[in-house]
């Protein structure tokens, strides 16, 4: 056999030297999906934050309102309702005072480090409240 014959190669090209290529794309590609994993879980977790604060607050508001509606039962009696209310919304009641007729609760909501306190107070509205007078009804008052 002559040195022509066989297999021939490029001078100066190498297939598997050190300027090779050769399955870069592959590496890139699971560089790129394990960014989008990461970015995937963070997007899901951020989502399950907000159900969960969601979730305390509607709990929260609820549990005052029943709280306040139960005033005249005392702070037992009324707690006691906006503990049973709390926890049929998905929360967990973790402070409730009852001063007259107004009520502050606290509820939670989560385990772990997806844990949110929401804090609500309700009562009847004063001359001071927000909100239209019963007088008040759009257009009154125009010629």
């Known amino acids: 056999m002559s040195a022509g014959c066989g297999r021939r190669r490029r001078f100066g090209a190498s297939w598997t030297g050190p300027g090779s290529d050769r399955g870069s794309a592959t590496a890139w590609s699971l560089g790129l999906i394990a960014v989008l994993c990461v970015v995937f879980g963070v997007v899901l977790a951020l989502g399950h934050a907000v159900v969960i604060r969601h979730r305390a607050a509607g709990g929260a508001d609820l549990a005052a309102l029943a709280a306040a509606d139960h005033w005249a039962e005392g702070t037992a009696g ?3 309702r906006a503990e049973r209310v709390a926890e049929a919304s ?14 502050d609760v606290t509820a939670a909501s989560g385990r772990g480090p997806f844990t949110a306190k ?4 309700a009562g009847p509205g004063g ?7 019963p007088g008040d009804t759009p257009g009154a008052g125009e010629p």
Do not use: K, M, Y
Request: glycine letters at 14%.
């Open 118 to 121: 929401v804090r609500a107070r």
């Open 127 to 133: 001359p001071g409240a927000p909100g239209p007078s």
């Open 78 to 80: 009324a707690c006691a």
């Open 90 to 103: 998905g929360a967990r009641l973790v402070r409730c005072a009852v001063v007259g007729d107004v009520s």
